[in-house]
């Protein structure tokens, strides 16, 4: 003869189901916005970085090209005795450019480095939101399917779940996931 189950909590498991549907809520928008976050990153090195840096570059060559021209046009003219305010500006505007050099190859090192750096991290978050957006909503329709048989078999009747108004406890809805 088979034995009866010892049913004692059918609403702890409701609250189970619950936080699971609270944790999907909570966790797969913070996943999204990881995502997001490094896809941002990635578009502003390859595309609005490199473009800043490399038009900085231009830029700043240009000032320097005009910087040069003073400094000889200074030297070579009879009427200047003293040139060193257009030799502080050639330094000035070399340093400048050898600045937007640096920037420019720290962006491609990054570039370089972005996807070597965050492919190892962004593979388990890749695992995590397919957990959450596959099988989470599984267990919830689990869960709620468990509740009502439960509640069938120890004849409380059909299930109840949380009130989401007032003070009526409601079914479980069909869809696991609000």
Known sequence: MAEQANISSIEAIDRFRASLVVYHDKAAPALHEVGEEVNRLRLWLQGEGRMHWQNELRRR???????????FGARLSVMKDNISAENAAVNRARREVREAEEKLKIVAKWTQQLETAVAPLMKPLGKLESVLERRLPLAVAHLSRLMETLSDYS????ALTRPTSGDEPQPPSENPLP
Do not use: K, N, W
């Open 155 to 158: 004849g409380t009747g059909p």
């Open 61 to 71: 060559r240009v000032r320097l090209e005009a910087a040069e021209q003073q400094y």
